[in-house]
């Protein structure tokens, strides 16, 4: 699989990540067997990167991570923290940040983590000087190697970009998610800032595999979330209004490449910025992960293919989700 390299971090990975989301919670049940399968899977598909959260199922995907690690050496494991207590700028102190970071480093049963990053915290928390003179003191501490932010918005990633310590940014970017290409990715490129890019199916709606008649699970945020009920209506297909995806994906259909699952067009799409240091499909089972991983073979899109993307975004999809995120 191709790498690419993590500039502040020092670190090499391969394009395609996982994202672990689902191995804890959100997206319907999921053995630990399964779990340890989808990971297995990954690993030997050469992905060498792992997203997870303290928040995904309580520590359950990071105390799962942390099982399988203890026979996989050599993947980057990056953890999230602050979505656990309420969310107020005043949470964000040093000592959160240790108890919280502590926690993390054993559901995986590491001394250091690889990449810790702030999940997606208020707006606020982005200009405060304290809150990155606390995660410098992490990586003094050896809690931390580098840490880096999840984010919602185009400011969010464009201020934190300008912070020196910060490794990593997080953000959604996908065939229906454009706005970040405009400002993110060329200051992230500029300033040796990794891009993760996170939802790149959209929910599994750029999976081609839902309808109109599609149902999920009670326990699945994209049957509790439509609204944002639970959190940001960003994060669940995108914040694209389902019926709306789905004339999307139906439009973008025709452009999949021969061979080329809708999944794997999608996540090709993204590889194909070369600002994106790596994409985290989450995966339920080991078949995902390993057709996800293989989106890395896939020849680049043609250039007409990335206009006619931009074209249904422009037409379908930008009134709804560019000037809000």
Request: charged share 20%; glycine share 8%; aromatic share 8%.
């Amino acid at each position: 699989m191709e790498t690419r390299t993590f500039a502040r971090m020092g670190r090499d990975v391969g394009v395609v990540g996982l994202g672990a989301w689902q191995l804890g919670a959100d997206w319907g049940s999921v053995t630990e067997q399964d779990a340890h399968a989808t990971l297995q899977a990954a690993a030997d598909a050469g992905v060498t990167f792992f997203d997870t959260a303290d928040v995904y199922g309580d520590g359950r995907s990071e105390q799962i991570i942390g099982s399988f690690l203890k026979d996989r050496p050599g993947i980057t494991v990056a953890t999230k923290m602050g979505r656990r207590v309420p969310q107020e700028p005043s949470a964000y102190t040093l000592d959160n940040f240790r108890a919280w970071t502590d926690r993390s480093r054993a559901n995986l049963g590491v001394e250091t983590l690889d990449l810790v990053q702030l999940h997606c915290p208020p707006s606020p928390v982005f200009a405060m000087d304290a809150v990155f003179d606390a995660l410098d003191t992490l990586v003094q501490e050896r809690r931390v190697a580098a840490y880096g932010v999840s984010v919602e918005r185009v400011d969010e990633a464009l201020t934190a970009i300008a912070r020196p310590g910060v490794a990593s940014v997080q953000i959604i970017l996908n065939a229906l998610r454009l706005k970040p290409l405009e400002r993110v990715l060329p200051a992230a490129a500029a300033a040796g800032v990794g891009i993760i890019a996170r939802v790149p199916l959209a929910s599994g709606l750029l999976s081609g595999r839902y309808d109109e008649h599609t149902t999920f699970a009670p326990d699945d945020h994209r049957n509790f979330n439509r609204h944002g009920e639970a959190f940001d209506v960003g994060e669940t297909f995108a914040g694209v209004d389902f019926a709306t995806g789905l004339e999307a994906v139906r439009r973008l259909r025709p452009l999949v490449p021969a061979g080329a699952s809708m999944a794997q067009f999608a996540l090709r799409w993204i590889i194909d910025q070369p600002a994106v240091t790596v994409v985290i499909p989450g995966a339920r089972d080991a078949g995902q992960a390993r057709a996800n991983a293989a989106a890395a073979g896939l020849a680049p899109l043609p250039e007409s293919t990335h206009d006619a993307v931009r074209a249904v975004y422009d037409e379908l999809v930008r009134p709804q989700v560019h000037d809000r995120w």
